[in-house]
Nanobody
Framework: EVQLVESGGGLVQTGGSLRLSCAAS????????IGWFRQAPGKEREGVSH????????YYADSVRGRFTISSDNAKNTMYLQMDSLKPEDTAVYYC??????????????????WGKGTLVTVSS
């Protein structure tokens, strides 16, 4: 059974930090692109960051570049998102998602093979 299980969400003040984790099982972690989407109330789900477990390449949305850091421990089948300098606009449910690394793969909400159930991040002003 495929599972993506997020943890690490919570309430933090502006400027604070949180570390999200995504534990994966049931598929070949090394062959996947794994990352995070987020969805705030009344807004569309947006891509935040992802990492290619094949070659280690990473992507960050402009809104989080320089503040968030994604990493992956292939031995533990776990991916992490270190979030620093958090802002109220970072408040959202954060979802872990994965897609097989293929030449045509695009990391968008319609192209994911697997999803976690989400973890809530709330940044107070």
């Amino acid at each position: 059974e495929v599972q993506l299980v997020e943890s690490g969400g919570g309430l933090v003040q502006t400027g604070g930090s949180l570390r999200l984790s995504c534990a994966a099982s049931g598929f070949t972690f090394d062959d996947y692109v794994i990352g995070w989407f987020r969805q705030a109330p009344g807004k569309e789900r947006e891509g935040v960051s992802h990492i290619n477990n094949n070659d280690g390449s990473t992507y960050y949305a402009d809104s989080v570049r320089g503040r968030f850091t994604i990493s992956s421990d292939n031995a533990k089948n776990t991916m992490y998102l270190q979030m620093d300098s958090l802002k109220p606009e970072d408040t959202a449910v954060y979802y872990c998602a994965g897609a097989a690394d293929t030449p045509t793969m695009e990391f968008d909400p319609y192209g994911m093979d697997y999803w976690g159930k989400g973890t809530l991040v709330t940044v107070s002003s």
